[in-house]
């Protein structure tokens, strides 16, 4: 589904901060990258999200057979790769429901399929609502503006089941939650895993991942992946932590 | 003598006020308007070289030979619904290139103490009630256009409420200039007199049928007694040929509480004075304010807020959107006077420039002699924030649609401060239909 072939990025004309990732991705894995602060997560996320100020200097990403980097960030949504954002974004005056339809919509005629009816798609979000324990009387207001951190993760989620995406790309979607939030959040990545789709979970925090359980977790430092193994990796992040981690890699 | 003298041909028109005014004229009003002629006649069209004009040249309007709008133009019921707001359930009075048309208003079930007339009317009966109120509000201090109104003050609406009157429906003004030839000047003039605790709502509505390319100079007065509440409407919404200048006057009384949405839309040259004045305690002023230009547009608004009383609270928003080769000036002035202690002032200007074309000015000016008092304001001119277009576009959202979503959001937030859900319905769908995003943006109108 989505292949990285050492993927060397930068934010523009600045200095290196992805140093050669090698990262496969198939349908129905859980993967989980967690590195340190200023190891490369973001950029990551923000390369294959497609975001401007990032650039590719060398290396390839391969989404579902085409070149990624080819596509502009709505194609890349568009063809079913999603990304949660760290920090969403706070957007006054534009209602929670208007994107959610026009995002919806846009996939769809992507897909070649007719624009969603409104009852019809009122009652898909409101099932995903209460997936997410969320009140009716979110759709009607601005996107983001006003939530707190945890209701801005919830929402975050909210469009990816709403939006149903091949590929979650999850940046840090743990940060800022307490803990009945991280579990109404990670309940909602669960309920999207499924053997078609693939999910890639990057947090700093091994928490999350007694939530949701990674088929595969690596860790990155100074914008490598040092280390892969499976869900044990993660358990032993948290006994040595990432110093001793790098330390054995080096 | 200034640049913008008056041409002959309007020193002509003067001349005809001073020797030509109808004998039967009440003598207060032919000496105000003769006054009024000759304060126009020497300071002559306003000129960029006066601060309160240095961002907005009238001398497309100073060196066109606007007529005195004579012929009357036929126009249908049709026509008429056509321009006004759809759904919009309220009395209405219509004006045809500054003339009041009875045949096209409906004043049926006005309750009982409200009076609701045009001027003509009660200048041919009952011009004497109009005495204390014709003109003792307005000034032309910062624009002779004013003073010009009250020479050829051609016709009006005259609202006036008893204490205590509350009129449920709203108020629809609704001006139209028509596609006369030769193009015309009108200066029509609003009274609003709201007694006290007396509630009303009033729609003041421009608009031209196709082709029209006259000058509208309007005046409006507006008092509000104790404890009044008054919402006034003003929709600019005219040809993008015509000419349009307006000064609004307010005076409001402890307790009352006026709201101001104006929202400019059309016009080729548009100059916009409210002058609100807080002269008792407990007075509220809500200012809510947007306009767009594109094309070669020019929309100017001054608002001047005086807190001469303490207690008085003004709260201002004005958002303004440049395209094409738009030109957009807001300018607002707030005065604190010494003794309006415990005055709360707000004010905010935002703008936003979608073509490397267009500019838009903006100076907030504040002016403050009271120590207690709590005073903020705040104004930025911008593009569209990078960061959620990406936000809207990593949603599979297309650019285009994106920044329609957000322009149009931009523009709402002072569009939902509307409480006539007819007329906010009825600029959003006029504003999609202006921005060039305009065929994504149906879902949310």
Redesign the interface.
């Known amino acids: 589904m989505l292949k990285i072939n050492d993927l060397h990025a930068r934010v523009e004309n600045g200095t290196p901060i992805l140093k050669g990732i090698d990262l496969e991705v198939k349908p129905g894995e859980v993967h989980a990258i967690m590195g340190p602060n200023g190891s490369g997560k973001s950029t990551l996320c923000q390369v294959l999200g497609g975001r401007d100020g990032y650039e590719v200097t060398s290396g390839t990403a391969e989404y579902l057979g085409e070149d990624l980097f080819a596509l502009e960030p709505e194609e890349r949504a568009r063809a079913g790769l999603l990304l949660g954002f760290q920090y969403p974004v706070e957007i006054p005056g534009v209602k929670n429901i208007y994107l959610l339809k026009e995002a919806y919509n846009a996939q769809r005629k992507h897909r070649g399929e007719p624009e969603a009816d409104t009852f019809q798609f009122l009652k898909l979000v409101r099932e995903k609502l209460q997936m997410m324990q969320m009140d009716e009387s979110f759709l009607h207001r601005a996107v983001n503006a006003g939530f707190s951190g945890g209701e801005k993760k919830r929402n975050e989620i909210l469009q990816m089941l709403v939006l149903e995406p091949k590929l979650a790309l999850l940046d840090e979607t743990d940060s800022g939650l307490d803990i009945d939030a991280l579990k109404i959040v990670s309940d909602g990545v669960n309920k999207l895993r499924s053997a078609d789709r693939a999910i890639v979970l990057v947090t700093h925090y091994q928490r999350l991942l007694s939530y949701i359980e990674p088929d595969f977790v690596h860790v990155l430092s100074d914008g490598r992946i040092i280390k892969s193994g499976d869900k044990t990796l993660a358990e032993e992040l948290e006994r040595s932590g990432y110093l001793g981690i790098i330390e054995e890699a080096a | 003598m200034s640049a913008n003298a008056l041409s002959q041909h309007y020193a002509e028109q003067v001349r005809q006020i001073q020797d030509g005014l109808p004998p039967e004229l009440p003598e207060w009003l032919a000496g105000r308007r003769r006054g009024a002629a000759q304060r126009f006649a020497a300071a002559g069209f306003p000129d960029p070289r006066q601060e309160e004009w240095k961002y907005t040249n009238v001398r497309p309007i100073a060196t066109k030979p606007f007529a005195t709008a004579e012929a009357v133009v036929a126009v249908s019921p049709e026509t008429i619904a056509g321009l006004a707001f759809e759904g919009l359930d309220a009395y209405r009075m219509v004006f045809v290139d500054g003339r009041f048309r009875p045949e096209l208003s409906d004043l049926e079930g006005l309750p009982e103490g409200v009076v609701v007339r045009s001027l003509s009317d009660m200048l041919g009966g009952e011009a004497d009630r109009l005495e204390p109120l014709l003109g003792t509000l307005s000034h032309d201090r910062f624009s002779s256009f004013a003073a010009a109104n009250m020479a050829f003050m051609s016709d009006g609406a005259v609202i006036m409420l008893g204490k205590g009157v509350r009129v449920e429906r709203p108020l629809h003004l609704l001006l139209v200039g028509s596609a006369g030839s030769p193009a015309a000047w009108h200066h029509p003039r609003v009274l609003v007199q709201a007694a006290e605790e007396s509630e009303v709502t009033i729609v003041e509505h421009y608009a031209d049928l196709d082709g029209a390319s006259g000058f509208t100079n309007t005046v409006t007065e507006l008092r509000a007694e104790a404890g009044a509440q008054v919402r006034h409407y003003l929709v600019q919404d005219h040809a993008d040929s015509a000419y349009h200048i307006g000064s609004v006057f307010v005076q409001q009384r402890r307790d009352s509480r006026v709201t101001s949405h104006n929202v400019n839309l059309g016009g080729r040259l548009v100059r916009h004075d409210l002058n609100i004045d807080l002269t008792e305690p407990g007075a509220e002023i809500e200012l809510n304010g947007l306009f767009l230009v594109g094309g070669r547009q020019h929309v100017d608004t001054h608002t001047r807020v005086h807190h001469s009383s303490p207690n008085t609270t003004s709260r201002e928003q004005y958002r303004g959107i440049g395209q094409g080769h738009g030109r957009g000036v807001f300018k607002g002035r707030v005065l604190v006077e010494r003794g309006a202690q415990k005055t709360d002032a707000q004010q905010h200007s935002a703008n936003l420039l979608l073509s490397p074309n267009a500019e838009i000015d903006t100076k907030p000016e504040l002016e403050i002699y009271a120590d207690d008092v709590k005073c903020a304001h705040g104004a930025t001119v911008g593009q569209l924030d990078?960061?959620?277009l990406?936000?809207?576009?990593?949603?599979?959202?297309?650019?285009e649609?994106?920044r329609g979503?957000?322009v149009?959001?931009?523009a709402?937030?002072v569009l939902e401060r509307m409480e006539l859900a007819p007329v906010r319905t009825s600029i959003e769908r006029r504003l999609a239909a202006r921005l060039p995003q305009a065929g994504v943006m149906e879902?949310?109108t």
Do not use: C, K, N
Not at chain 2, 390 to 399: C, N
């Open positions: 990078e960061t959620s990406y936000y809207l576009r990593s949603r599979g959202i297309g650019t649609a994106a979503m957000l149009f959001a931009f709402d937030e879902v949310f």
